[in-house]
């Protein structure tokens, strides 16, 4: 369960948004949307614990996330606008980062790469990457480590029609498996089959 408390946010002294009070069950995704400027990703920042609320709480399983960051971290992905990729290591070299920051391994890099159209650039290091590359770069952990909650800030940019519709897929089996997921995107969403929430920030 995650769950915020008369969440409120300011930007250089300028409210984004108040008094927010959502409650997040396994098996159910939140859908942040509002124009830019809004506050959408400063929510999402707030939830991954990357910021601190103007005033408000937000819990994980009934517990303050400050007072349980690590534990908090262990059940949590979040992908903001920047991809969190170490430029100088190649594809392969980013993924073994990520699986010595999980502390677990996983058989499913080839398979994963290859859903990603990676495999060709598995030894390239990250900064000769493109920007659709970057962002598919980026997406391999949520679907090579599973963790209960996904915090994704517009995860669809730079993504073309396959590999939309390969995310809309990953995304729906694990609020299907009982994850969660809060996401935020300017592009119009089609997921069918889970249960999903709306929050609109901004006039």
């Given at each position: 369960?995650?769950?915020?408390?008369?969440?409120?946010?300011?930007?250089?002294?300028?409210?984004?948004?108040?008094?927010?009070?959502?409650?997040?069950?396994?098996?159910?995704?939140?859908?942040?949307?509002?124009?830019?400027?809004?506050?959408?990703?400063?929510?999402?920042?707030?939830?991954?614990?990357?910021?601190?609320?103007?005033?408000?709480?937000?819990?994980?399983?009934?517990?303050?996330?400050?007072?349980?960051?690590?534990?908090?971290?262990?059940?949590?992905?979040?992908?903001?606008?920047?991809?969190?990729?170490?430029?100088?290591?190649?594809?392969?070299?980013?993924?073994?980062?990520?699986?010595?920051?999980?502390?677990?391994s996983t058989n499913d890099t080839p398979t994963i790469l290859s859903l990603l159209r990676l495999t060709q650039n598995q030894h390239t290091p990250a900064k000769f990457l493109s920007a659709g590359q970057k962002r598919r770069l980026a997406l391999a952990k949520l679907f090579l480590f599973p963790k209960k909650l996904w915090i994704l800030d517009?995860?669809?940019?730079?993504?073309?029609?396959?590999?939309?519709?390969?995310?809309?897929?990953?995304?729906?089996?694990?609020?299907?498996?009982?994850?969660?997921?809060?996401?935020?995107?300017?592009?119009?969403?089609?997921?069918?089959?889970?249960?999903?929430?709306?929050?609109?920030?901004?006039?």
């Amino acid at each position: 369960m995650l769950t915020t408390q008369n969440l409120s946010c300011a930007h250089l002294n300028h409210p984004l948004f108040s008094n927010l009070s959502l409650e997040l069950a396994a098996g159910e995704l939140l859908l942040v949307e509002g124009p830019n400027g809004s506050g959408k990703s400063s929510l999402l920042r707030l939830l991954a614990g990357l910021a601190t609320p103007s005033q408000g709480t937000i819990l994980w399983q009934g517990r303050l996330i400050n007072e349980n960051d690590l534990a908090y971290a262990k059940n949590l992905h979040y992908l903001g606008h920047a991809n969190g990729l170490k430029l100088g290591l190649t594809v392969i070299e980013n993924l073994q980062l990520l699986s010595c920051l999980a502390a677990t391994s996983t058989n499913d890099t080839p398979t994963i790469l290859s859903l990603l159209r990676l495999t060709q650039n598995q030894h390239t290091p990250a900064k000769f990457l493109s920007a659709g590359q970057k962002r598919r770069l980026a997406l391999a952990k949520l679907f090579l480590f599973p963790k209960k909650l996904w915090i994704l800030d517009e995860p669809f940019t730079a993504l073309d029609k396959e590999m939309r519709a390969l995310l809309l897929s990953q995304l729906t089996t694990h609020v299907q498996n009982g994850g969660i997921s809060v996401m935020s995107s300017h592009q119009p969403i089609l997921i069918k089959n889970i249960p999903i929430k709306n929050v609109w920030l901004g006039v």
